[in-house]
């Protein structure tokens, strides 16, 4: 469960870029937080895993304050990354392997990295190839499965989409439904109007770092979410 | 956890090209170093023996007990091989002399044929370890933060339950695992090229002190390293941080080293050699005024010098000559000893305050060098390997104590009172001028003042000694050289690893302050780093 009150965050060049932002996302629930860049999302990620301070409020992650006991909080949350360079030197299963130990899963075997790279929609070939020669879906693919085996409560992705082809994406889907269905809390930050449709139950609109609208599954499946979606884009032009 | 990231980094580094042209380098230039110091020190090796042979031979000569001036030889160090040192600068071997308490070593034996080539063989293997491990130490780190930091690694890492100190304080030991092989090749290497060396043979106090300096190798680097994080710490691009980086290590590596020196000659200014040498000059001058005006006073022997030699230290042999003769000779033997011995008290005032002011530069020149951890790494290991300028006081301060020993028995009544001073032969064969022109002329003349009367002494006499080998008990090749037991032998103790950590305590003590200055302050950086 996640859950953030009040929680505002103004950086030290006054830059206002999260006002006041007010959410809960409950276990089984897929969160889908969409905004233009720039709009705050990685701000709002950035404050639940405590990576930065907010200026006021608070931040939760299974009830535990993330300001207060960063360390024990960490052990509730997957991550996926904006930016999944992760170590070029590394081939997709030691880059598993090293971020799966410092999740505190020490007794895994070579066919769980295995099994857990398949299961991203990784070749088998590239297990074993240094991640340098990856193109960028597939360095996603190897930040999804190091997120996906820490098996912690909550997952928080910061676009995990960008690089994708729509199979993997497609597989991406499917992937979270089945957390979802396991009762994990899902954060996922985006522009993907499309993937959100698809699969959200509920849609966050960010903009200048206000949370500007909340819709429920029913309601944005009824009225058109792109429409939405881009008049609100449309106001700042206005 | 922290385990996993210092192992994650280690394995991340090993198959990079920086380690790979890293150890490539060492092995390139290690070998060359070590390969011309161990050249060298063969040959002060054999220098040293040629030289003791040398001294052997001359002591054979020796025949009197004020002709006697021991000669120290300075035994080549075996650790010079890593660290040289002051040792090039300074001389191995130094004549004890009545006129002059020793202060420096004589003469440079290990003097290159061609001077102009010395600045560039005196890269020994201290100083590319200085200057190779420092540069891949900041190599290694200089961007050990931001990578992690742009890369979102960093991110991926505080995702689990562990704190940026301890991803720090892994990656800091990851990069100093993976430094630590290069060291080793390094050291490996160099003993290996020793130990295939038949002419050298190393000690436990050798061997122990390799190890001693293998450690202060890694407190070193370690150094480096904490250096290279801290700016990977504070700046936030790898560019600026390896320009940075780059001209702190010219700065401790090529600037402090040269700029203490200016520094030094600058505020302490000992007096010039030449003044120095003037005074002594003057002093020497007065010597010979003085042993003059006694040499007129004194009454002299009506029997004719045939045979004897001063040194330049007031050392006389007599021979081939009379009672009387000899105790002239002795009593002026005896005066100008003296003398001698009280002019060198009158140098040693100026020599102490010469060297007081040497040492106060020298001292200045190197708490100055100490703002960097390559000086401060240089001169533990000089002190570990006894080639540094103290190891070299205390050898000298041995010397100056041998020097007033020796200076103590040769004033004994049984040497400086005894004929033997000036001359060889021995009592019961010393004979009187009357004696020697008795037998000479076969009885004609019964004393020599009838010979001289006659001047017919100095003839007699030529001809009984050179032509006819009269009397063969009063050339000095009837007798054997003095017994060197009456006078105190030198011995300079051998140190061993003990005086080896004592001498390089207060330096290593320095290196770890600053390592834990540094990991300190990053700490308390790391800990508020903007990810
Ligand atoms: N470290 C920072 N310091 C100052 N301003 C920042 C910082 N990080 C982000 N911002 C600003 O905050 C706003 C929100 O950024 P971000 O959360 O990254 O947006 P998004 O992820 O939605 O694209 C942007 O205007 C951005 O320029
Ligand atoms: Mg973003």
Redesign the interface.
């Known amino acids: 469960m996640l859950q953030t009150i009040n929680l505002t965050k103004r950086y030290e060049d006054g830059k206002l870029a999260l006002d006041s932002l007010n959410l809960e996302i409950k276990g089984g629930e897929i969160f889908f937080l969409l905004g233009a860049n720039g709009a705050g999302k990685t701000t709002t990620i ?1 404050l639940l ?1 405590n ?2 301070e907010p200026t006021i409020g608070e931040a939760y992650i299974n009830g535990i304050d993330v300001c207060k006991d960063p ?2 909080t ?2 509730h ?3 996926v ?7 070029g ?2 081939s997709a299963r ?1 880059n598993l392997d ?2 799966a ?4 899963k020490k007794d895994l075997t070579k066919a769980d990295y295995y099994n857990m790279l398949r299961k991203v929609g990784l070749q088998d070939d590239a297990f074993e190839k240094k991640l340098k020669t990856f193109s960028k879906g597939m360095r996603q693919k190897v ?1 999804l499965a ?1 997120a996906l085996i ?1 098996d912690a409560t909550n997952i928080l992705l910061d676009e995990p989409t960008s690089g994708l082809d729509p199979k993997a994406a497609a597989e991406l889907v499917a992937l979270l439904k089945e957390q979802r269905d396991q009762g994990k809390a899902i954060f996922m930050c985006t522009h993907d109007i499309f993937r959100a449709k698809e699969l959200a139950d509920r849609v966050g609109i960010m903009k200048e770092g206000r949370m500007v609208m909340m819709l429920e599954r029913e309601r944005f499946l009824k009225e058109d979410l792109e429409r939405i979606y881009l008049d609100f884009m449309q106001e700042v032009i206005n | 956890m922290v385990w996993q990231i210092s192992k994650k980094d280690f394995l991340n580094n090993i198959i990079t090209s920086r380690f790979i042209i890293s150890c490539f380098i060492c092995l390139l230039v290690i070998p060359f170093a070590i390969y011309i110091n161990i050249y060298n020190y063969e040959n002060e090796k054999k220098v040293y023996e040629t030289e003791k042979d040398r001294i052997e031979q001359e002591l054979k000569n020796v025949k009197v007990y004020s002709f006697y001036r021991p000669e120290i030889l300075r035994e080549p160090e075996p650790l010079s091989i890593f660290c040289s040192g002051i040792i090039e600068n300074i001389g191995n071997s130094i004549k004890i002399k009545f006129k002059e308490k020793p202060m420096f070593m004589d003469r440079n034996t290990q003097e290159r044929e061609n001077p102009l080539l010395s600045s560039f063989f005196n890269i020994d293997f201290i100083s590319i370890i200085a200057i190779l491990l420092s540069l891949i130490a900041l190599i290694f780190s200089y961007d050990a933060f931001i990578k992690e930091r742009t890369d979102c690694t960093l991110k991926l890492m505080l995702i689990n339950s562990i704190s940026k100190t301890k991803v720090y304080i892994g990656k800091f030991f990851g990069i100093t695992l993976t430094i630590l092989p290069i060291l080793f090749i390094c050291y490996t290497l160099s003993i290996l090229l020793i130990v295939i060396n038949p002419n050298i043979s190393f000690g436990v106090s050798e061997w122990g002190r390799i190890l001693l300096l293998f450690f202060i190798s890694i407190f070193y680097f370690m150094v480096f390293v904490a250096l290279g994080f801290f700016l990977s710490v504070v700046i936030r691009n790898s560019v600026s941080s390896i320009i940075i980086s780059l001209l702190l290590w010219i700065l401790f590596l090529f600037i402090v080293p040269n700029v203490n020196i200016y520094i030094a000659e600058f505020y302490v200014k000992p007096e010039k050699l030449a003044l120095l040498d003037y005074e002594f000059q003057k002093i020497d001058d007065d010597y010979l005024k003085h042993s003059q005006t006694f040499e007129k006073k004194l009454q002299v022997p009506s029997y004719p010098i045939v045979s004897s030699g001063p040194n330049d230290d007031g050392g006389w042999q007599v021979t081939r000559t009379s009672i009387e003769c000899i105790e002239y000779y002795h009593k002026l033997a005896k005066f100008q000893t003296n003398i001698l011995l009280e002019n060198a008290s009158k140098k040693e005032k100026l020599q102490t305050q010469h060297i007081a002011n040497l040492i106060k530069q020298a001292n200045l020149a190197r708490w100055i060098s100490c703002i960097s951890p390559a000086e401060i790494f240089k001169h533990s290991s000089t002190s570990v390997c006894f080639t540094d300028a103290n190891s070299y006081w205390n050898f000298m301060k041995q010397v100056q104590e041998y020097y007033e020993s020796f200076i103590k028995s040769i004033l004994k009544d049984e040497i400086i009172n005894s004929l033997q001073f000036v001359t060889p032969i021995t009592k019961e064969n010393i004979l009187t001028a009357d004696e020697i022109i008795s037998q000479a002329s076969n009885g004609k003349y019964k004393t020599i003042d009838e010979a001289n009367i006659a001047q017919q002494s100095l003839g007699i006499i030529r001809k009984a000694i050179y032509t006819d080998n009269k009397f063969p008990k009063l050339d000095v090749n009837y007798y054997s050289n003095i017994d060197f037991n009456k006078f105190p032998s030198f011995s300079y103790p051998k140190y061993g690893v003990e005086k080896a950590i004592t001498n390089s305590l207060t330096y290593l003590g320095i290196l770890v302050l600053m390592l834990l200055i540094l990991l300190a302050i990053t700490i308390f950086k790391v800990r508020v780093y903007k990810i």
Do not use: C
């Open positions: 950035n895993l990576f930065i360390l024990e960490k052990k949350v997957s991550y990354s904006e930016n999944v360079m992760l170590y030197n590394f030691q090293f971020f130990k410092l999740g505190g930040g190091i820490k």
